[in-house]
């Protein structure tokens, strides 16, 4: 991707003509490929009252996405824009609170952020707006409600409310239980790279609910979602290794699988590791050990 650095970058600035999402990630590229001059330029412009750049800057400083993060500054950016009743900011908000970033945790002060935001169609609210429904954090416990706020941020490709809204027809919270509309909404989420949704949408395979039993891909899907991380995928992954399920039964990887998933918290993993250990030798358990420090390397947890 071209980088636009210094005048070129606020040439952009200037422009009307850029949508608000796409602004928001040019200014994330710009600055996290830019240089000093560009971050002041961007602090210059929010200082004389530009809403998008106050709350793409509040937003870039809750990540810590080009710049240290600091909640501080973060609350700081995009309450001014919130003040002015931009969505991004208001739903950024919501999420700080809910979360007890940089604040005292508050579920009735982050619905109320997010109901406004949510008001004006921003998915982000909507879907975190959905979690404080289907939780009662913050408002009243109700799983339509739920769905409902789920469903509006679904239809705008948001990867984490097809995820909840697929969770909510697999177990039948809010709506009757539909393994067929779990699957939809789970592969979606999982095309767009969400390690939960890739998960259980190859869970579902495995076991033929709402689609036709197909091992090779729940074994894709389970790989997708184990290279991420996912730790109860991780753990799948070991198993299929370890009994030789749609994989040639190799016990040194399975250690390493379930070494991971341990090492990422999946309280399942530790007992299955254990005693898989105890079956090894120790030219063995040292491959597998190898095997994933190697993996975990490339791999990062983010």
Known sequence: MRIFRSGLLLLLLLSSAVGEA?????????????????????????????????????????????????FREALYWLRKAAEQQNAAAEAALGAMYARGEGVLQDYKEAAAWLMQAAERGNAEALSDLGTAYAKGEGVPQSHEEAISCYQKAADQGHKGAQFNLGFMYHYGNGVPKNYQRAVYWYQQAAEQGESNAQLNLGLMYAKGHGIPQDPEQAIFW????????????????????????????????????????????YPEAKPLLEALTGQLTTVEVDEAQRRAREWLQNHPVK
Do not use: C
């Open 222 to 265: 389970l790989r997708k979602a184990a290279e991420q991380n996912n730790a109860q995928a991780q753990t799948n992954l070991g198993l299929s290794y370890q009994e030789g399920w749609q994989l040639p039964k190799d016990l040194v990887a399975a250690h390493m699988w379930y070494n991971l998933a341990s090492a990422n918290g």
């Open 22 to 70: 796409g602004y928001f990630e040019e200014l994330l590229a710009k600055v996290k490929n830019g240089d000093a001059r560009t971050l002041e330029l961007l602090v210059e412009k929010a200082r004389g009252g530009d809403v998008l750049i106050q709350s793409a800057l509040g937003i870039m400083y809750r990540a810590g996405n080009g710049v240290p993060q600091d």
